[in-house]
């Protein structure tokens, strides 16, 4: 019923930028937040960044002053402007989003998107 499409993804040396985007489409009546995790090979999923509905953030310790999320809700896009890149932060970005979705009887449901390779290295 929804899609989650990344995009942005990279490799970039220490200290760039990069900046994600994610898109959702399909039979969406509302989404209440939109954020993005990261998986590291042989670590858990974290979570980077999130936003709700009301424009509240909330990011990971590891990234906080670095990273900046942001949403464009008439294109239910959300965007992580990544700054100060470092080589820990090397992670398949996985965009994620809580949507209530469905034509005749919508309900809430947690979606992800199919994760997009971040490199940070010199």
């Known amino acids: 019923q929804v899609q989650l499409v990344e995009s942005g993804g990279g490799l970039v040396q220490p200290g760039g930028s990069l900046r994600l985007s994610c898109a959702a489409s399909g039979s969406i009546f509302s989404i209440n937040a939109m954020g993005w995790y990261r998986q590291a090979p042989e670590s858990q999923r974290e979570l980077v960044a999130v936003i709700n509905s009301r424009g509240i953030r909330n990011y990971g310790d590891s990234v906080k002053g670095r990273f900046a999320i942001s949403v464009d809700n008439a294109k239910n896009t959300v965007y992580l402007q990544m700054n100060a890149l470092i080589p820990e932060d090397t992670a398949v970005y996985y965009c994620?989003?809580?949507?209530?979705?469905?034509?005749?009887?919508?309900?809430?449901?947690?979606?992800w998107g199919q994760g997009t390779q971040v490199t940070v290295s010199s």
């Open positions: 994620n989003a809580l949507v209530v979705a469905g034509t005749t009887r919508p309900v809430e449901d947690d979606y």
